[in-house]
């Protein structure tokens, strides 16, 4: 069974500018996580979508947002991009099951902005 | 604000020798997770545990989630170079319905030959 995959790997952007990132989590799992990883501040949550709902969301200004389309498939999107936003977004598919929800994490996506 | 501290930040031994991670919290978790993230790849998912004072071992990783369900440790016998990484464990928080993890703040370990 294939992995989770995250699109595209790098990123290069500059201030004041906007980007798309992709997930496509594992086949079956509903559920879609996304998380920014930074040297300072490690893993902090951003949102969970599930069933093309968010139901759960972090402590991140409005410029971050994303969907989860009918497939599963997620998308996070930063606007007004600013040089804080550089960081490692990683992006993870869950079965949930019990009391345990396991998280299956991508690769991430490598953001500089400059 | 639920947070897991883990200790030691940094831990840098020689190929063999034993080592043990620690997280806490003050707040209780359903249930807590352990990870290890290699340079430029996302965290992998190494074990699960639910139970207060359950134990788990994979290999030479020892797992164990404390009695009243705060903290948790991860003891690794005999490092090797493999075990080399970034370790982070992860709480669902109690009664929170949803999936949102919290992240400890990680220890790095290099394991030298």
């Known amino acids: 069974k294939a992995g989770v995959t995250q699109t595209p790997r790098y990123l290069i952007k500059t201030r004041g500018q906007q980007v798309t990132l992709s997930c496509s989590p594992i086949s079956g799992h509903r559920s879609v996580s996304w998380y920014q990883q930074t040297p300072g501040q490690g893993l902090q949550f951003l949102f969970e979508y599930f069933s093309e709902t968010q139901r759960n969301k972090g402590n991140f200004p409005g410029r971050f947002s994303g969907r989860q389309f009918s497939n599963s498939r997620s998308e996070m999107n930063v606007s007004t991009l600013e040089l804080g936003d550089s960081a490692l977004y990683l992006c993870?598919?869950?079965?949930?099951?019990?009391?345990?929800?396991?998280?299956?994490f991508g690769p991430g996506t490598r953001l500089t902005v400059l | 604000t639920q947070l897991l501290e883990q200790s030691p930040q940094f831990l840098s031994i020689q190929e063999g020798e034993n080592l043990t991670v620690y997280c806490n919290s003050s707040s209780v978790f359903s249930s807590l997770q352990w990870y290890r993230q290699e340079p430029g790849e996302g965290p992998v998912l190494l074990v699960t545990?639910?139970?207060?004072?359950e134990v788990k071992k994979l290999k030479r990783l020892t797992f164990q989630f404390g009695d009243a369900r705060k903290d948790s440790s991860l003891h690794i016998t005999a490092a090797q170079p493999g075990d080399t990484g970034l370790y982070l464990c992860a709480g669902a928080p109690q009664n929170t319905g949803f999936q949102k993890l919290v992240f400890g703040t990680g220890t790095r370990l290099l394991v030298s030959p």
């Open positions: 993870a598919s869950s079965l949930q099951r019990g009391a345990a929800y396991e998280q299956f």
């Open positions: 545990v639910v139970t207060g004072g």
